[in-house]
């Protein structure tokens, strides 16, 4: 560094340099800036030699500029550290500037994750129903799908707030407040001549199935609305069983001595192994809907759903298809001898009044 540099070590691994007296141009200074980083990080790379050992190491470098502006000192940390994991991300031993783009999507994302706080406080979620069918098209149950009434009046799907609720832990509330709700319908259904056999599917994410009192919760959840529990069907996801794999086993375990069912959702799509499948006590595969959607125009698909078909009978497991929107699509897999079915062709996802008015006795 040169005289009148600042230098300071925030903690753990995180350094802060202050460069002064750069020039006046926002363009030369950053320049500037880009020279005098890539040299810290070039240093940082030089082998280190502790006792008879070699060590190499490196940096990430996050840049933000403040000619001129005044700015308090934490809302530049705020960006120099943004940048710094977006160095990260990039793929370490790089230097990167802030940039208001990227804030904007950073201040989008604290929006949205204040407004689902809001969310659940004021109970804007609603679960909608989406119809399973067996192979003669006869009503077998259906899963349960979260939905956001957002107070500006539109509904969110999922795919907007479901990765920001796991990535900051919210999942957990909401993860929570869908169990809970789909069990208080379940527990209607089972006065109803015609839903009383319908086997009810909830999506947990791999947050909530970590919990440790996951378990736990779920069994005082049936026993608050006396449920039959193998009405209950969990879908999890490949990747939730692959990390921690024992812990997850033991979950499992758990779930099946409670009675509930165990569906494996998106099946298809991360890494299968054949080796975990055998020992987990899963009662379903649901092939994902990736390959139903052109089961009827490519060989391959066709050929892996029929794979995961036979491999699902071989295994005694129940299979699922999701996804099916064309007849032609249902008479393939038909002729695969896949036992149930979900999509659009049998139904779309569904307010629950309007659910249980097609499907309860009248
Ligand atoms: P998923 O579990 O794979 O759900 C199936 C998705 O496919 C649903 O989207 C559904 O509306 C859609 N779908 C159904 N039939 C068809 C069809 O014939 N064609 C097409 N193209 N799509 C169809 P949705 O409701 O937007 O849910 C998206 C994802 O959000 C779900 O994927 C699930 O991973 C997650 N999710 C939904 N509800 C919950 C929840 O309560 N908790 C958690 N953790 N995740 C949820
Ligand atoms: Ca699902
Ligand atoms: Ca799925």
Redesign the pocket.
């Known amino acids: 560094m040169r005289e009148g540099d600042t230098v300071a070590r925030l903690g753990g691994d995180e350094f802060v340099v202050m460069l002064e007296n750069l020039d006046e141009q926002e363009i030369v200074a950053a320049e500037q800036v880009e020279v005098i980083g890539e040299k810290i990080l070039a240093t940082l790379c030089n082998p280190y030699q502790l006792r008879q050992q070699i060590f190499r190491s490196s940096g990430s470098i996050g840049a933000t500029l403040f000619c001129g502006q005044i700015q308090d000192s934490e809302e530049l940390l705020k960006q120099a550290d943004i940048a710094m994991y977006q160095a990260k991300k990039v793929g370490r031993n790089t230097l990167r500037f802030f940039d208001h783009k990227m804030q904007e999507v950073i201040d989008a994302r604290a929006a949205m994750e204040e407004q689902l706080r809001l969310a659940l406080e004021n109970g804007q979620f609603e679960?909608?129903y989406?119809v399973q069918v067996d192979r003669v098209g006869l009503p077998i149950g259906a899963?349960?799908?979260?939905?956001w009434n957002h107070p500006d009046h539109r509904m969110v799907?999922?795919?907007e707030f479901?990765s920001l609720a796991e990535e900051t832990g919210l999942?957990l509330p909401?993860?929570r407040w869908?169990l809970s709700e789909a069990c208080a319908k379940l527990a209607g259904w089972s006065s109803d001549e015609k839903m009383r056999k319908f086997v009810l599917a909830?999506?947990?994410?791999a947050r909530?199935f970590r919990q440790t009192d996951f378990v736990d919760e779920l069994k005082a959840l049936i026993a608050k609305y006396a449920l039959d529990p193998s009405r209950l069907k969990l879908?999890l996801?490949e990747s939730m069983l692959l990390e921690n794999s024992t812990e997850a086993s033991v979950t499992m375990n758990a779930l099946k001595e409670i009675g509930v069912q165990l569906s494996l959702?998106?099946f298809g799509t991360s890494y299968s192994s054949l080796q975990y499948l055998k020992h987990l006590p899963l009662d379903q595969i649901k092939i994902?809907?990736s390959f139903i959607?052109d089961i009827a125009t490519a060989p391959n698909d066709a050929a892996i759903v029929q794979a995961i078909i036979a491999m699902a009978e071989a295994l005694r497991m129940d299979v699922i298809a999701?996804?099916?929107?064309t007849e032609a699509q249902r008479a393939l897999l038909d002729m695969q001898n896949c036992r149930a079915y979900?999509?659009?062709?049998f139904g779309?996802?569904l307010p629950v009044e309007k659910f249980e008015s097609l499907f309860k006795d009248a």
Do not use: C, F
Request: hydrophobic residues 35%.
């Open positions: 679960l909608y989406q899963e349960a799908l979260i939905r799907i999922p795919e479901i999942i909401i993860g869908a909830v999506n947990i994410s909530q879908e996801t959702d998106d994902d809907q959607r999701e996804g099916v929107e979900q999509g659009y062709l779309e996802p």
